[in-house]
């Protein structure tokens, strides 16, 4: 049997596939990036111990994670996931790599992931010739759901939006501005905290809000994308916000003559549909 996890910052999706083509089964776990932790092995081995769960002894374990950006990086994962799977062999790949591997993109193209956090790069040949570099979500992460998220609190703290949508947002928020401010000041994991409150964009109508979307995926694609293409008219998109707001995004990349590819919203996805696993 096979292991395959697609782990982000914020969830990570894994499937278990069976030697006869049978998707055994899929699931969905907390999120973890390995590039915020100092001693990655013992902070992995501790969140995916969870893992034996689901599967017992695979033959083959695949990890795409955010964070996984140089080898020392990946020989922790690989190590604490052979610390769980004894016998299985391991792969490690950053999240760009696994898309074009485990999809067996052929075409050049970008290939672009939008959730929590941002990646983007070109595919050329098997592998990824070229990337523009993230800065994580302090310093980058353009057209991320923390910047989505981040832009709509702060609208929402200065009263920005129409008293109608404020009073949305009031009430599906449940908490005081004090206390809000409160819990995005103490929690662990600040870019995941405020990433989720993107879902909030869809239960109002607003010109304020629709600014703010084509603000924040028009400065992905100056940033992030417009490197590529000279090289490629195509992008693959994978990621919550590329699939949930696609409605704002694909117009923005049409403008400038680049076509949709593969859109899914997360690669494991796309996998098992390419490969049309059963259930």
């Known amino acids: 049997m096979k292991l395959i996890l697609d782990c982000g910052s914020t969830k990570c999706v894994g499937v278990v596939v069976g030697k006869t083509n049978s998707r055994t089964s899929t699931f969905q776990m907390a999120g973890f990036n390995p590039f915020l932790f100092e001693i990655i092995e013992k902070e992995a081995y501790g969140h995916f111990l969870e893992l034996r769960s689901h599967i017992v002894d695979p033959e083959e374990v695949i990890f795409c994670g955010a964070g996984c950006i140089d080898i020392s990086i990946k020989t922790a994962m690989g190590q604490a996931l052979s610390n769980i799977f004894l016998k299985a062999n391991i792969e490690v790949y950053d999240d760009l790599e696994f898309i074009g591997r485990i999809l067996k993109i052929q075409r050049k193209s970008i290939i672009a992931i939008m959730g929590t956090g941002t990646n983007a790069g070109y595919w ?63 929690s662990k994991y600040p870019n995941r905290f405020i990433a989720n409150y993107t879902k909030l964009y869809h239960l109002f109508e607003d010109p304020l809000k ?49 076509k949709i590819g593969i859109l899914a919203k997360n690669p494991i996805e796309a996998y098992l549909e390419k490969n049309q696993y059963r259930k």
Do not use: C, M
Request: charged letters at 25%; zero cysteines; a negative charge.
């Open 210 to 258: 629709d600014q703010l979307i084509n603000k924040e995926f028009t400065s992905f694609i100056r940033s992030r994308v417009e490197a590529f293409l000279e090289e490629t008219d195509t992008i693959h998109l994978f990621g919550s916000i590329s699939y949930h707001f696609r409605d704002y995004l694909i117009p923005l990349l049409e403008q400038i003559n680049l």
């Open 124 to 186: 050329k040949n098997g592998s990824i010739a070229q990337r523009t570099y993230s800065g994580g979500y302090l310093l980058g992460d353009e057209g991320s759901g923390f910047k989505l998220g981040k832009d709509l609190i702060i609208n929402y703290l200065r009263n920005n939006f129409t008293s109608e949508n404020q009073r949305i947002l009031k009430n599906e928020l449940g908490i005081g501005d004090s206390l809000l401010l409160k819990e995005i000041y103490r």
